[in-house]
């Protein structure tokens, strides 16, 4: 098994690409705290692990409260002695509000989405620290292109992450400690999608996607699990495309 023995912290982990990786997770070998702020859905996702033999605890965790990622690490330390892999997954869609100029809006992604990944990669590797470990964060393909229908600061958002990651990857190689991204294109909406539910704005997407279809969740879990892995050893400071050739064209 990839991850086995392998202390590992998933964010958002309570539905879509976290709660796939999670499982990918847990079938791997690994002791999973999924971390979320849907606490009945989290607690779901860890009884399902444990109840087809896995091991996985559910932790509360405001990603955008630092004081929030100092509890958890401390708790996994102290239960675990380690950890080994952090999933920083928890984030909010860019097509949540239906205003795309919504400042309200564009200082909640960002504290979500940017605020939650620089307090974890910060939080994650100082745990890290002289043992080495993985980081992998989850992006988008627009941090890179414009999509109609998304939030002016959705973009903005994940491609802080994608800056982050870059930079993550030089200052913590030394330490043994890998710092790499995914970037998902079009999948099932997540649940703070609005807009991208819309059958008419997904069919113009997937028409545009040379594949001819959205991906899976667990075509996601399945990048991050690599990411993970010693299978990716040398490999740092790269963002993963898993967008069936959307951005290729």
Not at 28 to 53: L, N, P, S
Not at 95 to 111: A, G, V
Not at 166 to 194: C, E, F, K, Q, W
Not at 235 to 241: K, Q, W
């Amino acid at each position: 098994m990839r991850l086995a023995d392998k202390v590992t912290l998933i964010t958002g982990a309570s539905s879509g690409m976290g709660r796939a990786a999670a499982h990918t997770f847990a079938r791997e070998g690994a002791t999973v705290v999924v971390t979320d702020v849907e606490d009945a859905d989290g607690t779901a996702v860890a009884e399902e692990i444990r109840a087809t033999g896995g091991q996985a605890e559910y932790r509360r965790l405001d990603v955008t409260d630092e004081a929030s990622w100092t509890a958890a690490i401390a708790d996994v330390l102290e239960r675990y002695g380690k950890l080994d892999v952090l999933v920083n997954n928890a984030g909010i869609s860019g097509t949540f509000d239906p205003d795309l100029t919504s400042t309200e809006f564009y200082d909640r992604l960002m504290q979500v989405n940017a605020r939650g990944v620089f307090l974890g990669i910060k939080h994650g590797a100082a745990a890290m620290s002289g043992r080495g470990g993985s980081i992998v964060n989850l992006t988008s393909i627009s941090a890179s292109i414009g999509q109609p229908g998304v939030h002016l600061g959705y973009g903005a958002s994940k491609a802080a992450i994608k800056s982050m990651t870059t930079t993550a990857s030089v200052h913590y190689a030394r330490d043994g400690i890998r710092v790499n991204a995914v970037a998902p294109g079009v999948l099932p909406p997540m649940r703070t999608s609005r807009g991208s539910t819309d059958p008419v704005w997904r069919a113009k997407q997937i028409e545009g996607i040379p594949m001819g279809r959205a991906g899976e969740v667990q075509e996601v879990a399945d990048v991050i699990l690599f990411l993970a892995s010693a299978e990716s050893s040398y490999v740092t400071g790269v963002e993963i495309l898993a967008d069936g050739g959307f951005t290729a064209q």
